[in-house]
Nanobody
Framework: QVQLVESGGGLVQAGGSLRLSCAASGRSFSGYVMAWFRQAPGKEREFVAA????????YYAGSVKGRFTISRDNAKSTLYLQMNGLKPEDTAVYYCAANLHGFVTDTISSRYDYWGQGTQVTVSS
């Protein structure tokens, strides 16, 4: 079992920055792929970014590449998403997810085994 709790969401103006955190507990954090997904109202949940267990590999959705940075601190069992240059279209609930047996290139939500409750990010224009 893995428990995930996100934090760091909020309201920010376009062009601003936010840093999301996801605290993990339960099974050894360093052993699996972690990712961020997001879901805007009326839309399907979409992949944002993923990171391998050793942080040596990362993978991003085209819409956030160059603006968002995913990272992890295995000693603190925490996943991060640094979001810069935010746009109104980034407004969504952001979820962290754990993939115990997959790959950093897994972008489909059904491949992920555990999910946090989500944190709201709102970008005003």
């Amino acid at each position: 079992q893995v428990q995930l709790v996100e934090s760091g969401g909020g309201l920010v103006q376009a062009g601003g920055s936010l840093r999301l955190s996801c605290a993990a507990s339960g099974r050894s954090f360093s052993g699996y792929v972690m990712a961020w997904f997001r879901q805007a109202p009326g839309k399907e949940r979409e992949f944002v970014a993923a990171i391998g267990w050793s942080s040596s590999r990362t993978y991003y959705a085209g819409s956030v590449k160059g603006r968002f940075t995913i990272s992890r601190d295995n000693a603190k069992s925490t996943l991060y998403l640094q979001m810069n240059g935010l746009k109104p279209e980034d407004t969504a609930v952001y979820y962290c997810a754990a993939n115990l047996h997959g790959f950093v290139t897994d972008t489909i939500s059904s491949r992920y085994d555990y999910w946090g409750q989500g944190t709201q990010v709102t970008v005003s224009s």
